[in-house]
């Protein structure tokens, strides 16, 4: 599975921005797919999952409520869509998809990994 992140940019803080992953290879309703960030000096986080249906979802306690993860399995893409950005948020956000059976939270459970795409929310 090929994996590709984007939809990051700059914006202010309370500003929105929605991260996109879109999948080739196998098919990607066969994958949990979830997000992660790694801010500057800080070890890479994780922060929102979706199960292979789509039916289960989890997110990081500090995003709760402001990102939501979904995903479409016939345009094999996993959207996030995050709300009231704050500076804190800023980070290299990365895309990975997992065989796991539920939802998949520890980058070493990951079995693909996208490139990172930027997101800074500026104060």
């Known amino acids: 599975v090929q994996l590709q992140a984007s939809g990051g940019g700059l914006v202010q803080a309370g500003g929105s921005l929605r991260l996109s992953c879109a999948a080739s290879?196998?098919?990607?309703?066969?994958?949990?797919t979830s997000w992660f960030r790694q801010a500057p000096g800080k070890e890479r986080e994780f922060v929102a999952s979706i199960s292979r249906s789509g039916k289960s979802t989890y997110y990081v306690d500090s995003v709760k409520g402001r990102f939501t993860i979904s995903r479409d399995n016939a345009k094999n893409t996993v959207n996030l869509q995050m709300n009231s950005l704050e500076p804190e948020d800023t980070a290299v956000y990365y895309c990975?998809?997992?065989?796991?059976?539920?939802?998949?939270?520890?980058?070493?459970?990951?079995?693909?990994w996208g490139k990172g795409t930027q997101v800074t929310v500026s104060s």
């Open positions: 290879g196998r098919a990607f309703s066969g994958y949990a």
């Open positions: 990975a998809a997992s065989q796991s059976l539920g939802i998949a939270t520890k980058a070493e459970s990951m079995d693909y």
